[in-house]
Nanobody, 115 residues
Framework: VHLVQSGGGTVQPGGSLTLSCAAS????????VLWYRQRPGEERELVAQ????????LYSDPVRGRFTVSRDNTKNMVWLQMVNLRPEETAIYLC?????????WGQGTQVTVSA
């Protein structure tokens, strides 16, 4: 069970980034996927999630309308598109795939929003 993230980096306020999470080694289509972020010294925050077949998505209030989570089970991929990023959204972003009984985590990717 393996998740590999990519796509982080530095962007100016108001800019956009897309994070990717590639899965291997398990039946990806059975897992819902969640995206979290963690700022230094703070608790991990759930920002978005997508159901196993991709029909249902949920977002936290701070990101709703600006972040979009999507997946392609034929490619074992999940993406988190982020637009209009704010400096306070600087954090490590992590993807998690879970069935409730089995869970895998990505390695995390740094997103920095700075002028």
């Amino acid at each position: 069970v393996h998740l590999v993230q990519s796509g982080g980096g530095t962007v100016q306020p108001g800019g956009s980034l897309t994070l990717s999470c590639a899965a291997s080694g398990f039946a990806f289509e059975d897992y819902r996927v969640l995206w979290y972020r963690q700022r230094p010294g703070e608790e991990r925050e759930l920002v978005a999630q997508i159901s196993a077949v991709g029909r249902s998505t949920l977002y936290s209030d701070p990101v709703r309308g600006r972040f979009t989570v999507s997946r392609d089970n034929t490619k074992n991929m999940v993406w988190l598109q982020m637009v209009n990023l704010r400096p306070e959204e600087t954090a490590i972003y992590l993807c998690q795939a879970t069935t409730g009984l089995d869970t895998a985590w990505g390695q995390g990717t740094q997103v920095t929003v700075s002028a």
